[in-house]
């Protein structure tokens, strides 16, 4: 492992610092400087999973990276190397003011290449609509920290299904005269994506899934609060392996350039997407095992 890849994993920021000085003064080129950070934040991950560095860690972590990159980035934008791998439109959503996690994600999104557009926070469903449409952005992220916040996410899928029923309609009108839209086939297929996507996490929160409760009727209180935990538990995991599988995915479609056969849609932003939204899902049904276990609630 690179020095400053083993300084920013054991957060010496003064370390850090020194050596991103040393590689600029020695000619190492700034994208190359940032992916040797990147592999000291994947170590400093990996201590994160085993349980050895909680979250503050990780919040120093990204604040040493974020005066990394503060210092990088007028190299990258002179030789244009920052300047080709998408562009990221995020923020936290109406009603919500946190931040340290989007923080996080925004630091580590530039440290990968991504140009980010960061809204800040309580941000409103349309101000994020009009930015994407406005900077051609492909990747949108929402961040929530508290529940009633779910709406804002609900909203924007709400959007989308709006314009996947405009588009439809217009589609099918236009065919009548010969002039269909082309690409409408594709646009409401990974649009239907997003609204599946979205909405599960939101579904599973509101218990608008299907239940079988006089399956566990017969059985005794303890009994039933076993039986629902074990049954979210294995969700959760199953989700989590889904979740995995769909970044990895994402990141073979994005090698590979992957693109719709008509416009030309790329499908890594969705297959990202769609993986994250199953993260959060996780983070329901764990929510869910908690609350059984704390409030008795054991039709959860």
């Known amino acids: 492992m690179d020095a400053l890849s083993q300084a920013i994993r054991d957060l010496d920021e003064k ?18 400087i940032v992916k040797i950070c990147n592999e000291g934040m994947v170590s400093l991950g990996d201590l994160f999973s085993e349980g050895v560095y909680f979250i503050s860690e990780l919040i120093f972590s990204a604040e040493i990276l974020k005066g990394v990159m503060k210092r990088l980035d007028p190299l990258l934008q002179a030789t244009g190397e920052g300047s080709s791998a998408g562009k990221v439109v995020i ?23 991504f140009e980010v557009v960061d809204l800040g926070v309580d941000v409103p469903g349309p101000k994020f609509m009009e930015t994407v449409r406005r900077t ?24 989308a299904v709006t314009v996947m029923m405009l588009l439809t309609v217009t589609d099918i009108l236009l065919r009548a005269g010969g002039r269909p839209i082309i690409g409408t086939f594709e646009v409401v297929s990974l649009l239907l994506a997003v609204v599946i996507a979205f909405g599960i996490p939101q579904v599973s929160l509101d218990r608008g899934h299907v239940n079988m409760d006089f399956l566990l009727e017969r059985l005794s209180d303890r009994s039933r609060r076993v039986m629902n935990t074990l049954t ?12 995995g599988n769909l970044f990895n995915v994402a990141a073979r479609f994005k090698t590979a350039g992957e693109v719709s056969a008509t ?20 983070c329901v049904f764990a929510y869910e095992i908690v609350r059984i276990w704390r409030r008795g609630d054991d039709h959860a």
């Open 15 to 32: 370390r850090v610092n020194e050596l991103v000085e040393e590689k600029i003064k020695a000619g190492v080129p700034a994208l190359e």
């Open 91 to 113: 923020g936290t959503v109406k009603g919500d003011i946190h931040d340290i996690g989007k923080n996080i994600v925004v630091t580590l999104l530039r440290g990968a290449g």
């Open 136 to 159: 051609g952005a492909r990747v949108l992220g929402l961040s929530a920290l508290l529940n009633l916040t779910y709406p804002e996410m609900k909203a924007v899928a709400g959007v």
């Open 232 to 243: 979210r538990l294995f969700c959760l995991i199953l989700f989590a392996f889904i979740g």
């Open 263 to 282: 416009i030309q849609l790329p499908f890594y932003p969705i297959a990202y997407g769609v993986a994250v939204c199953c993260l959060l899902e996780c």
